[in-house]
């Protein structure tokens, strides 16, 4: 009876094979072990996560006329301003406010302007609110807005008083209030009608409600300057 003897080679092969299970079996434990640590790591504050009901968190809107101070009412004692001061600082309604306090004439400075008149706040110089510019893109500020001049310079005219706008009127009883002056440099509502520096009389209750135009629309039975008509003319009027 013969037998066989080993060759080389398939001693090298049946090496082989020991070594490729060697490492199959080295790599299965390892991923085992990795597998358990990732789950004593982080399995239970998953489970504690998924195993509570999902609740709907609300997002909270700010309106975009959020001052600085993050005050959305006047603090006790500041002065409010009111309708009566909105008007006595236009010529008309519509009209650009005049400048009411001391500026430096020293050519046109629109940062040193919008630097209290784009987002506000309290001023404690004057125990009051900083009026916001609604139109902020609008960078000559003293082209249309001017300090207030009596020193006797303009000979007297026949201007007369205008009518102002009315206000509460509504399509329906019951309906949102319609707005009762043009639109125009006037797109920001909230920049006057929200916040502590806001007329105290138009000041909105719900300035979380950014898109004012979804309910309230301009009053077109008033054309934009109708009710700029000299009184005197009313009985023209068709």
């Avoid at 080679?9 to 991923?31: C, D, K």
């Avoid at 207030?148 to 310079?153: A, F, H, P, S």
């Avoid at 006057?192 to 309230?216: D, F, L, M, Y």
């Amino acid at each position: 009876m013969s037998s066989k003897k080993a060759t080389p080679l398939t001693g090298a092969i049946i090496l082989g094979g020991f070594v490729a299970l060697a490492l199959v079996v080295l790599f299965s434990v390892r991923g085992m072990l990795q597998s358990q640590s990732h789950d004593s790591h982080h399995g239970s504050s998953w489970k504690e996560v998924h195993a509570q009901p999902h609740v709907a968190v609300a997002p909270v809107a700010q309106p975009r006329a959020v001052l600085a101070s993050c005050e959305s009412t006047p603090r006790p004692g500041a002065k409010v301003r009111t309708l009566r001061e909105f008007y006595s600082r236009r010529a008309y309604p519509g009209a650009p406010p005049v400048i009411a306090h001391d500026v430096q004439f020293d050519g046109v400075i629109n940062d040193d302007c919008l630097s209290c008149h784009k987002d506000g706040g309290f001023v404690p110089e004057y125990n009051a609110y900083t009026p916001v510019t609604p139109h902020p893109e609008m960078g000559n500020c003293r082209q249309c807005h001017v300090a207030q001049t009596d020193d006797g310079l303009f000979k007297e005219t026949e201007w007369a008083d205008s009518m102002l706008p009315k206000r509460g009127r509504q399509a329906i009883p019951g309906g949102p209030l319609q707005i009762p002056h043009p639109l125009q440099f006037r797109e920001n509502c909230l920049a006057c009608h929200a916040g502590p520096q806001a007329v105290v009389e138009i000041r909105t209750s719900h300035p979380e409600r950014e898109n004012c135009q979804q309910c309230h629309v301009v009053d077109h039975d008033l054309p934009p300057y109708k009710s700029l008509i000299d009184p005197r003319m009313a009985h023209v009027e068709k």
